[in-house]
């Protein structure tokens, strides 16, 4: 019998009636003889309560301690799921993720997996069991509980499905597929119908929240096909894998740009005078305090580093640390976000660049900084334009490029 993995987000398990809704379709899935593993977020907003919950009680909690906290997020769910489904008649059994066998690195809130055993997932499976997995987490070589950072349940499924050797991944959440930019932003964004691996995860490192960057990474490692789709409609949603044989919808033109993604929940880190000596130690620091940079640029010798907000748990400490060692020369800078192009090859000539710089400039958005790859090409933007900045990237790059001659 194929095994096939399904994870659901906060959205799709928010509510006891969309539990049983989810229930219904993992139902119908093992009605087709599949073997079915289940990945559950957290219920809604529970995450984001929990973590309120944490600083009405400490300025700065401990990362250990709020794993500990968080953690019981997905077990909610994932029992309740477990509920739901034993009341359709479908067998079925909860696994906690130490207990199904994610075994992670020891870097608390933001922990990555090394291993998976998947021992007594396979056993329930092979018993004709559903086993639903609280996503998000794992345990350390140390026992010691983890989690992954935010949007890891992604990883957790991709991560089973690689272990179980599962036909395929499903992300299942409120949206049907990964567009060519956050359709409630750029209205006029359209849904892809496939993406490589390497435009995914560079999206989702950009800011993208439809599939998480590391699970990408994962199933780009592993050669897992994940289909994203919309947990409450049919529609086909988007398949991410190597670039296949026969495509699903055209290939884009050499040099075009796919689609566009911002980010204005970050920090940008400035450190003027950025010499290898200062810079290293900086990096150590941020290491320490487990602070990872989601893009770099570097001019001359200043150096600014984008931390996203999510996972920088130990910002604040981080930045009196900072300001102690590095005095005037290191500023947390809160009022830049980010607008990001991706696409196979696009800055294989200076013209995406070229147009984006023009684009932005007629505009009035101001570029405070630029860092390009040969996918992808990043501009530091004030914080309050970074929407703007993506409508006038997508309507650039992507719109005039698809428009009849």
């Known amino acids: ?15 006891p009636e969309k539990i049983r809704a989810v229930a219904a379709r993992v139902a119908r899935t093992r009605a087709q003889g599949r073997a ?24 700065r909690p401990a990362r250990r301690e709020l794993d500990m906290l968080l953690t019981a997020g997905e077990r909610i769910s994932m029992a309740l799921l477990s509920m739901a489904l034993n009341d359709l008649g479908v ?23 090394v291993e998976v055993r998947p021992y007594r997932v396979q056993d329930e499976l092979e018993r004709g069991r559903t086993v639903i997995v609280a996503g998000y987490q794992g345990v350390s070589y140390r026992k010691e509980v983890t989690t992954l950072g935010r949007g890891g349940s992604d990883t957790t499924a991709v991560a089973l499905a690689a272990a179980l050797g599962a036909e395929y991944c499903e992300i299942c959440s409120d949206v049907d597929g990964v567009y060519s930019a956050d359709p409630r932003v750029v209205p006029e964004a359209r849904r892809l119908a496939e993406l490589s691996y390497e435009e995914m995860q560079a999206l989702a490192d950009a800011g993208a929240r439809v599939l998480n960057a590391q699970a990408v990474e994962f199933a780009r490692a592993k050669g897992i096909a994940i289909y ?4 409450f409609s049919d529609g086909a949603g988007t398949v991410v894998r190597s670039e296949p044989m026969v495509r699903l919808d055209a290939p884009p033109a050499p040099c075009r740009c796919t689609a ?21 130690e900086l990096m150590e620091l941020l ?4 602070v990872s940079a989601r893009q770099m640029f570097l001019d001359g010798g200043r150096l600014a580093l984008v931390v996203s ?28 976000g980010s607008a990001a192009c991706v696409g ?22 101001e570029v405070r900084g630029v860092a390009a790859g040969a996918d992808r090409v990043d501009f530091l933007v004030p914080r309050d334009r970074v929407a703007r900045a993506q409508q006038v990237l997508h309507a650039e790059l992507i719109e005039r490029a698809q428009a009849p001659a």
Do not use: P, W
Request: charged share 25%.
């Open 1 to 15: 019998m194929s095994v096939v993995v399904q994870k659901y987000g906060g959205s799709s398990v928010a509510t």
């Open 36 to 59: 079915v593993c289940v990945v559950v977020s957290a219920m809604g907003d529970t995450t984001d309560e929990l973590l309120a919950l944490a600083r009405r009680v400490s300025d």
């Open 91 to 113: 067998d079925a059994i909860s696994f906690t993720g130490s207990q199904c066998g994610i075994i992670t690195n020891d870097a608390h809130a933001n922990a990555r997996i």
């Open 228 to 231: 994203a789709k919309a947990t």
């Open 260 to 280: 566009v993604a911002g980010a204005d929940d970050v920090v940008v880190l400035r450190l003027d005078d950025a010499t290898t000596t200062r810079t290293s």
């Open 287 to 290: 290491d320490a305090r487990g």
């Open 309 to 336: 907000k999510e996972n920088a748990h130990h910002l604040d400490a981080a930045a009196d640390e900072i300001a102690s060692r590095f005095g005037r020369l290191a500023v947390l800078d809160t009022g830049t």
């Open 344 to 365: 196979a090859g696009m800055n294989a000539t200076g013209a995406n660049l070229r147009r984006a710089l023009e684009a932005l400039s007629r505009e009035g958005i």
